[in-house]
């Protein structure tokens, strides 16, 4: 609505400074927000979605992520990160009736017994039924875990929920509620009509739009029945990333201890977690799909906090379990959530280097992450200053790495390409020379490179050409026919590049 300052908007029910904080506090978590409090590219497409930003940050994250993907089943990857979505907006499904406090459960029988015998003999029928639902909920769950994520454990569930020839016996057997999956399936066809909508009416950059085939083919994926769960990791691993996304600020780390609490044994049972969001610890369900890895760091969909029994049955203080958890790793929070990390200055060991497959000059850093700072692996990161970008790309270059066959003239160089990277050889003329030049026309990747040579193919020869040694000279034109191949490839038919082509043509002679 371009309304820069929501504080003044005249809501019909005010709302509190506290809570306008937290909700702008959550969209930048997102990234729909900048530290400008401006609507990002990613925000804009946000809005287009009449969603809960952290469901639309998710689906967005899978479309954007897939159109770097080719290798898995696109229509199955967006069919199960939509049944994920309906799977975080709802409760959970599966059945829990029987985790009541046993100890109320034990007063309650202590007083129907004194009322007679039939009393005693319902609470037997209560007691066995009980039993079974739990036998029935524990096959269940181990039928549709997910060591990965909750969310997929549901999703998987729902697939084969609408696979179901009789529904409702489906859930009867595998301790689902039918209400909660009924209401899913509905909701996950909704979100699906809507990404295809919303892809079909544009308005938002191309990244953010599904191109990858029809609602049906995404339908018919769906569909398949799987005796198994049949996502690929790689189909797995894109989704938990963007479950990661949308609840960036919802993230814990497990607490690693060796003292034990006074109910010790369940918190080893449960998984003992710190919170970016709350002060007091929270707890991993031994019920979640997740409990039996217990991974260092993982988001969460909820809190609820529950009363348990100690081992002499006294009910315990409340204690908060998490609900809708998803393991996440640690450079999906840098990636994903990059606006809640801290990086250090660039590390020096290991040094800086250029990415070839993301065509970027990058360093090395130490992340922190959220309020306690928790510490991350090191995580590379684009180089910000000029410079030493240029410098660290004209090392990649004569390396090889830009032009593959520099690699095999290497010993015909007159200095290693390492010296460029070495401050007080600038003095060198070979040295300052490809250093100037590369900075004066901005050349700090194949990209750029490429862009010049379009315009220009003898550029940076005689640069270059200093570098080798003088009996190598004759055979340059050569390599540098081969180099003008390598970056130009698909443009090597550029009118200037075939003039020069030309000329060299009758004096080329091959390398060996």
């Known amino acids: 609505m371009h309304i820069k300052k929501v504080a003044n908007f005249p809501f019909p029910t005010s709302l509190k400074a506290a809570s306008l ?209 049949p996502l690929s990791l790689v189909e797995e691993r894109l989704i938990c990333q963007a479950i990661c996304a949308g609840w960036a600020d919802r993230v814990a780390k497990r607490i690693t201890t060796s003292s034990r609490a006074t109910d010790g044994d369940m918190i080893s049972r449960a998984g003992r977690y710190q919170s970016c969001m709350v002060d007091e610890s929270i707890f991993l369900h031994r019920w979640s799909s997740v409990s039996t890895v217990r991974p260092e760091f993982l988001v969460y969909n909820e809190l609820l906090e529950t009363k348990r029994p100690n081992k002499e049955g006294v009910t315990s203080a409340k204690r908060a379990y998490m609900h809708g958890v998803t393991r996440v790793e640690p450079a999906w929070l840098v990636e994903q959530a990059g606006s809640s990390c801290i990086f250090s200055p660039p590390l020096t060991d290991p040094r800086p280097f250029y990415d070839v497959q993301a065509d970027q000059v990058k360093c090395w850093v130490i992340p922190t992450f959220g309020r306690f700072c928790w510490e991350l692996p090191k995580h590379s990161l684009p180089i910000s200053n000029d410079e030493h970008r240029v410098q660290v790309f004209a090392y990649a270059l004569l390396e090889g790495q830009v032009c593959p066959c520099l690699k095999s003239v290497r010993k015909y160089m007159s200095a290693p390409p390492e010296s460029i990277l070495r401050r007080e050889a600038f003095g060198q003329k070979r040295v300052g020379n490809l250093f100037s030049k590369l900075k004066s026309k901005s050349i700090d990747s194949s990209a750029t490179l490429r862009m010049a040579w379009k315009e220009n193919p003898r550029e940076l020869f005689s640069e270059i050409l200093d570098w080798f040694q003088q009996g190598f000279h004759k055979h340059f034109e050569e390599l540098w026919l081969q180099m003008l191949g390598e970056v130009l490839r698909e443009t090597q038919e550029h009118p200037q590049c075939k003039s020069f082509k030309k000329k060299l043509k009758g004096k080329s002679k091959s390398l060996r």
């Open 21 to 229: 904080l937290e909700a702008e506090n959550c969209l930048k978590a997102l990234e729909a927000l900048d530290c400008k409090d401006e609507l990002t590219v990613l925000g804009k497409a946000m809005a287009h979605y009449p969603l809960s930003p952290r469901h639309s940050r998710m689906i967005l994250t899978v479309i954007k992520n897939t159109s770097h993907r080719h290798k898995c089943n696109q229509s199955l990857l967006l069919a199960y990160a939509v049944a994920a979505a309906a799977a975080l907006s709802l409760s959970n499904p599966f059945v829990m009736e029987y985790e009541g406090n046993d100890s109320s459960r034990d007063s309650e029988m202590t007083e129907k017994s004194s009322m007679g015998g039939n009393d005693k003999d319902i609470d037997k029928k209560e007691k066995t039924r009980r039993k079974k639902l739990k036998e029935a909920s524990k096959v269940a769950r181990e039928k549709f875990r997910v060591v990965t994520s909750d969310a997929l454990a549901i999703a998987y569930a729902l697939q084969c929920f609408e696979q179901a020839q009789k529904s409702l016996q489906f859930c009867e057997d595998n301790a689902l509620h039918f209400k909660t999956m009924d209401e899913m399936s509905k909701l996950r066809q909704q979100l699906l009509k809507l990404v295809f909508y919303q892809s079909d009416r544009g308005g938002f950059e191309q990244e953010y739009s599904w191109t990858h085939g029809t609602l049906g083919d995404v339908e018919n994926a769906w569909r398949v029945s799987s005796a198994h769960y």
